[in-house]
């Protein structure tokens, strides 16, 4: 998604996940994937997209070791002002 759009839809998702539709859909329709409704049409917010694709990477990482930036200073850890 090169141009910056406030909603995805699920075609979209599908495509930044490399998953077909109808799993985009069904991840949708569970609530794992934040999701609003406008209408007959069910959208998902970009913010929200890449905040739930943030949190995501970070759990992942976390799963196999691996600290990022954020859990460092979360932990105090780099943070020579203490």
């Known amino acids: 998604m090169s141009e910056s759009r406030p909603f995805l839809r699920a075609r979209d998702v599908a495509l930044l996940l490399g998953v077909g539709v109808r799993q985009a859909q069904k991840l949708i329709r569970k609530g794992t994937i934040p999701s609003v409704r406008s209408g007959r049409s069910v959208l998902v917010p970009s913010?929200?997209?890449?905040a739930w694709l943030e949190h995501k990477?970070?759990?992942a990482l976390r799963s196999i070791g691996?600290?990022?930036?954020?859990d460092r200073n979360a932990?105090?850890?780099?943070?020579?002002?203490?």
């Open 66 to 70: 691996v600290t990022t930036s954020g």
């Open 75 to 82: 932990q105090g850890i780099g943070d020579e002002n203490k």
């Open 57 to 59: 990477s970070r759990e």
């Open 47 to 50: 913010l929200a997209w890449q």
